[in-house]
C-alpha cells in the first residue's frame, strides 16, 4: 500500500482520501487485487477511526470482507484491539460481515464467544442471528466455544439467540446446531460435561440437547463425566442420559442405500465416471486437445462479435442506392432536442429495414451458439480431467468462468475503458448540446461504457448539472445512462452535489422529477451518524426541521410509524438525539 494512503488511514484523514483518488482514481482497485493485504479499512479499524472506515466502506465495499496476511478481516482487527464502537459501525452497516471467516474460519462471533463479552454477543445476535451457525475449521460452533473458555454466560446468550431466532429454517437450526459435533464429534454437552462444568450441563439439557450422542470414539456424554462429580452425573441421569453400552444398537443405513434405485443425478454421475475409467490416456488426450481448440476458438470470437460484418454486407455497398443513410434532423415541436431518423435515398424501400432486421437476428444468434459452443466445451474439458485434487481443485474456476464469459458475451460487445472522459463528449456537457452525444454515440456506441467503468470520474452529467441552462441535456444523459446520476467524482460528489452547491434548483428539481426518492431519502445518514434533522438544528434551519418533522409525521414510506420512532430519536456518534442537540444550542445561545 502507498505510505501516503496508509497515513491517511492511520491518521483518519478522509480528504486524504479523496486527493490521492483524484491522483489516481484507480488507487483503491490496486489495493483489491491483491489477494491479502492490509487495507487502508483495516489500519483505520485498528485505530478506531470510524468515520473514516464508513467512508471508506461506501467507496470500497469489498474492504470489509477482505482478509490480511495473518487472516483477519477489518472486524476482526477492531475486536482485537478493542474498538468497540468500530465493531457496532461494522455491524450497523452491513450485519453479515459478522459471518466473516477469519483465521482458522473463525468469524467476529466465534472471537467474542471466545472472549466471553456477553453485551456484544448480544448485538451480534440481534444484527445477524444466522451467525451461529457458522463453524470454524475444527469444525467448532461459537457454542463449543464458549464451553472450551469456561464462559458459561455467553452459552446462555448464544442458547437464548437460537431460541428467539425467527429466521427462516430457525426451528430446524436451532435443534441442528445444539447437537452439532465437532471433528472429534464431540456435542458441545460432551466438551460441558468433559470439563465438569455443571451449569452449562443443565443449560444444554433444558434447551433438548441429545443426551446419548456417541462422539467419533464410540463415548456419550455420561462415558466422559467424572465419577466424583455427582452433580453432573446426576443431571445427566435425570434426563436420561446412558452409557454407550447400554445403548441399542443402529441398523447399518449404507446396506440400505446400495439397496436403493439409482436417481437420476447418480445415474449421470456415474455415467460421466465410467466413460473416464473406460478411455485410454491417449483418446483422452486426441478429445482434450479438441475441447480446448473449441475453447480457444469460441472464446476469440466471443471479443470480436461480428455484429459490424453482418451491417457491413447489408448496407456498405457505395453502388447500392437503397443504401441507408443516418442524418440528425433538429424538431421544431421541442426546443433544444434530437432525433435520429433514418433518411432513405431514391429506391429504399421496407426490404432495407428488413436487411437490417435480419442481419441483427443473425449477428444475436451467432452469438448465442458461439456462447452456447464455449459452455459445452468447458464442461466437456471439465468432464475429461482424470479424477482427483486437480479436477476438484479446478471445478469452481472451470464454471465460473464459463458462466461468466457466457453472460458477458450476450450482454454486450467488450471495449477497451479509457480512464479520461472522450474531449467531445465534455465539451458537449459544458455547452450543453444535445447533438454533440447523438454524433457521438454513433461513433462509439460504448463511450458511455467506458466512462462508468471508471470508479471515480467527473461524468458529463457532472458537468451539465453546474449550469441551470443544460437541464434537458443533463435528462437526456440519465436515460442513456442512469448510473451516472448516482456516479461520485474523485472528490466524492454526485452530479446533485454540485448543482446544490451552483443553486440551480431547476436541475435539482430534474433530478428529483427523473428518480424520485426524496421521501425515503431522510431516512440516510452521514458518516458521523447525523440525520437530516441533526444537520438542520446544528446550523440553525428551524423551518426546514420543521419540513422534515412534517414528512415524518405524514409517514408516505413503507413501516412509516417504526421508521418515524427510529428517526426523530436516531443517535449520532457522541449518543446525542435531535432534541439533545437543539438543547445544547439554545444553552450557548
Not at 246 to 254: E, F, G, H, K, R
Not at 291 to 317: E, K, S, Y
Request: net charge negative; glycine share 4%; hydrophobic share 40%.
Amino acid at each position: 500500500m502507498e505510505e501516503n494512503l496508509k497515513t491517511a488511514a492511520q491518521n483518519g484523514d478522509i480528504n486524504k482520501i479523496y486527493k490521492l483518488l483524484g491522483e489516481d482514481p484507480n488507487v483503491l482497485d490496486c489495493i483489491d487485487d491483491v489477494p491479502f493485504i492490509d487495507t487502508p479499512l483495516h489500519i483505520a479499524a485498528s485505530f478506531g477511526h470510524v468515520q473514516f472506515a464508513r467512508e471508506i466502506m461506501r467507496l470500497k465495499p469489498s474492504f470489509a470482507r477482505k482478509l490480511n496476511q495473518d487472516g483477519f478481516s477489518p472486524m476482526h482487527l477492531a475486536l482485537q484491539n478493542g474498538q468497540t464502537k468500530m465493531v457496532l459501525g461494522f455491524l450497523n452497516c452491513e450485519s453479515d460481515l459478522a459471518r466473516v471467516q477469519g483465521r482458522e474460519g473463525k468469524t467476529s462471533l466465534h472471537y467474542v464467544a471466545e472472549q466471553g463479552e456477553v453485551d456484544l454477543l448480544t448485538e451480534f445476535l440481534s444484527a445477524c442471528p444466522q451467525s451461529i451457525q457458522d463453524v470454524t475449521i475444527q469444525n467448532e460452533t461459537a457454542l463449543h466455544i464458549a464451553v472450551k473458555n469456561s464462559h458459561v454466560d455467553a452459552l446462555d446468550f448464544l442458547l437464548g439467540g437460537l431460541r428467539r431466532a425467527c429466521y427462516r429454517g430457525s426451528d430446524i437450526q436451532e435443534r441442528k446446531i445444539i447437537n452439532w459435533k465437532d471433528d472429534e464429534g464431540n456435542t458441545v454437552l460432551h466438551i460441558a460435561t468433559a470439563m465438569n462444568q455443571s451449569q452449562a450441563v443443565r443449560l444444554l439439557i433444558s434447551s433438548k440437547i441429545k443426551v446419548n450422542v456417541k462422539n467419533l470414539m464410540g463415548l456419550t456424554a455420561l462415558d466422559l463425566s467424572d465419577p466424583n462429580s455427582g452433580q453432573v452425573r446426576e443431571t445427566l441421569l435425570n434426563a436420561g442420559a446412558l452409557n454407550a453400552q447400554s445403548l441399542p444398537q443402529v441398523s447399518n443405513n449404507s446396506r440400505d442405500h446400495l439397496r436403493s434405485s439409482l436417481s437420476c443425478k447418480e445415474s449421470t454421475a456415474i455415467s460421466i465416471s465410467r466413460f473416464k475409467k473406460n478411455t485410454s490416456n491417449d483418446t483422452r488426450s486426441v478429445f482434450l486437445v479438441v475441447a480446448v481448440l473449441i475453447i480457444t476458438a469460441t472464446f476469440q470470437a466471443g471479443l470480436t462479435p461480428p455484429a459490424h460484418v453482418f451491417l457491413d454486407l447489408n448496407f456498405d455497398n457505395s453502388n447500392n442506392n437503397n443504401a441507408l443513410d443516418v442524418t440528425l434532423v433538429n424538431t421544431t415541436s421541442r426546443i433544444n432536442t434530437t432525433e435520429i431518423q433514418l433518411s432513405k435515398n431514391e429506391g429504399s424501400s421496407k426490404a432495407d429495414q428488413l436487411r437490417t432486421l435480419i442481419a441483427f437476428m443473425l449477428s444475436y444468434s451467432y452469438t448465442m451458439l458461439n456462447s452456447a459452443t464455449f459452455f459445452s466445451a468447458i464442461m466437456a474439458l471439465y468432464s475429461l480431467l482424470p479424477d482427483g485434487e486437480v479436477n476438484k481443485m479446478l471445478s469452481l474456476p472451470l464454471f465460473s468462468f464459463a458462466l461468466c464469459f457466457t453472460s458477458f458475451s450476450l450482454y454486450s460487445n467488450p471495449v477497451l475503458f479509457e480512464t479520461k472522459m472522450e474531449e467531445n463528449l465534455k465539451t458537449a456537457a459544458e455547452n450543453g448540446d444535445i447533438n454533440m452525444i447523438s454524433i457521438s454515440l454513433l461513433e462509439d456506441p460504448h463511450l458511455p461504457d467506458r466512462i462508468d467503468h471508471v470508479p471515480f470520474i467527473h461524468t458529463p452529467l457532472h458537468i451539465a448539472a453546474a449550469s441551470s441552462c443544460h437541464i434537458q441535456f443533463a435528462k437526456k444523459i440519465i436515460r442513456l445512462k442512469p448510473s451516472f446520476a448516482r456516479k461520485l467524482n474523485q472528490e466524492g460528489f454526485s452530479p446533485m452535489h454540485p448543482a446544490f452547491h451552483n443553486d440551480q434548483t431547476k436541475v435539482i428539481l430534474g433530478f428529483l422529477d427523473t428518480e424520485s426518492e426524496l421521501v425515503q431519502s431522510i431516512q440516510d445518514v452521514t458518516i458521523q451518524n447525523e440525520t437530516a434533522s441533526h444537520i438542520a438544528v446544528k446550523n440553525h434551519k428551524v423551518d426546514s426541521l420543521g419540513f422534515l418533522l412534517g414528512v415524518l409525521h405524514r409517514g408516505y414510506h413503507e413501516d412509516s410509524d417504526i421508521q418515524k420512532r427510529k428517526i426523530i430519536n436516531w443517535k449520532d456518534d457522541d449518543g446525542n438525539t435531535v432534541l439533545r442537540v437543539a438543547t445544547t444550542m439554545n444553552q450557548r445561545l
